[in-house]
């Protein structure tokens, strides 16, 4: 079977690469956007904050936070960090790839949480270990913006 064809990746003549037939790229949602949540209130809308925030300038990686807004955690303090990585084997998707948004900003509202979703580096222009060093780099980022005594997900 040839990986090009089943992973969707067509190798150009010059040596790059072109993903085709991938989900759609979101935008962030700075001024929010109301995520459908059912827990023990009933059904309800929360709204989520959404912003994309550099995490390696070297590398060119990011993260996408989402906030929920109005929760200051169940003790009004801060809430937990979830740092997430998304699927799609560290070759396919991204960050704001429609699935993975959506699923952030689910979790992000009904936990409530703030979810770090990374934005890692991708083969197979960046063989391994790049994404296991931007996921290095995304925990190393997680440590001083956790709150002090709140759990960190990873």
Not at 43 to 56: E, K
Not at 60 to 65: A, S, V
Not at 84 to 99: D, N
Request: glycine letters at 10%; proline letters at 10%; charged letters at 20%.
């Amino acid at each position: 079977m040839d990986p090009y064809k089943y992973l969707k990746i067509r190798l150009n003549p010059d040596g790059s690469l072109c993903r085709y037939g991938e989900a759609p790229l979101l935008p962030a949602a700075p001024a929010g956007e109301p995520v459908a949540v059912e827990d023990e209130q009933g059904a309800r809308r929360i709204v989520v904050h959404s912003s994309d925030v550099p995490l390696n300038d070297a590398t060119g990686t990011g993260l996408r936070l989402f906030v929920p807004s109005g929760s200051g955690g169940h003790d009004g303090g801060r809430l937990p960090l979830v740092v997430y990585f998304h699927g799609g084997g560290y070759v396919l998707f991204r960050a704001a790839s429609a699935p993975f948004h959506n699923t952030c900003a689910a979790l992000a509202a009904a936990a409530p949480a703030v979810v770090a979703s990374v934005d890692y580096r991708l083969a197979p222009e960046h063989r391994l270990p790049a994404a296991f060093e931007d996921a290095a780099d995304a925990v190393l980022w997680a440590r001083p913006h956790a709150a002090a005594g709140r759990p960190v997900f990873v």
